[in-house]
T-cell receptor, first 113, second 111 residues
Framework: DGGITQSPKYLFRKEGQNVTLSCEQN?????MYWYRQDPGQGLRLIYY???????QKGDIAEGYSVSREKKESFPLTVTSAQKNPTAFYLC????????????FGEGSWLTVV | GESVGLHLPTLSVQEGDNSIINCAYS??????FIWYKQESGKGPQFIID?????DKRQGQRVTVLLNKTVKHLSLQIAATQPGDSAVYFC??????????FGKGTMLLVSP
């Protein structure tokens, strides 16, 4: 089935540790996105990528890094510089261009222990 | 931390009623709007979209209305079912920019 796969579903991070969240899509979408969601809040954009080997910072990029080496994959690294990383992380993708629907994965829960 | 619905506006309805969820958007230049449904612990699911050159669009049991004069978007769900219980988000898009999301409304459907 076509879709967006995020892994792991649940992840625990120790203080000072970097962790990487995986996102893979087989929809042949050009654009991919990472959002963060906190309880009672709207989705906030971390990073996005319109094409391979290119990505842009979103509204809350500090403490995060991404790469886009393949069209299908857009991993997000939460670095130790992110002081409040506990949240629900959502990966999404869309056909490149205006007015195109963004589709989401099932999300990953990250908790600092 | 499974819930993303804490402190959200909540709409409570009885099964079989029609539900109307409202959203005020911010940018008069936005030309594309989407409604998403998010169940607890899951990613948002696309429900319906509408472009700014339209006032109304209908899907299966859902209708989206767009009032550009007052920058208002609404989602109507006919014959609401317990399975419709979720958080509903509106999102707006301006040109090539990314989507901007509202904080959402929690819909609770009682049997």
């Amino acid at each position: 089935d076509g879709g967006i796969t995020q892994s792991p579903k649940y992840l625990f991070r120790k203080e000072g540790q970097n962790v990487t969240l995986s996102c893979e899509q087989n929809l042949n979408h050009d654009a991919m996105y990472w959002y963060r969601q906190d309880p009672g809040q709207g989705l906030r954009l971390i990073y996005y990528s319109q094409i391979v080997n290119d990505f842009q910072k979103g509204d809350i990029a500090e403490g995060y890094s991404v790469s886009r080496e393949k069209k299908e994959s857009f991993p997000l690294t939460v670095t130790s510089a992110q002081k409040n990383p506990t949240a629900f992380y959502l990966c999404a993708s869309s056909i490149r261009g205006t007015g195109n629907t963004i589709y989401f994965g099932e999300g990953s829960w990250l908790t600092v222990v | 931390g499974e819930s993303v619905g804490l402190h959200l506006p909540t709409l409570s309805v009885q099964e079989g009623d029609n539900s109307i969820i409202n959203c005020a958007y911010s940018n008069s230049a936005s030309d594309y709007f989407i409604w998403y449904k998010q169940e607890s612990g899951k990613g948002p699911q696309f429900i319906i979209d509408i472009r700014s050159n339209m006032d109304k669009r209908q899907g299966q049991r859902v209708t989206v209305l767009l009032n550009k004069t007052v920058k208002h978007l609404s989602l109507q769900i006919a014959a609401t079912q317990p399975g419709d219980s979720a958080v509903y988000f509106c999102a707006e898009r301006t040109g090539y920019s990314t989507l901007t999301f509202g904080k959402g409304t929690m819909l609770l459907v009682s049997p």
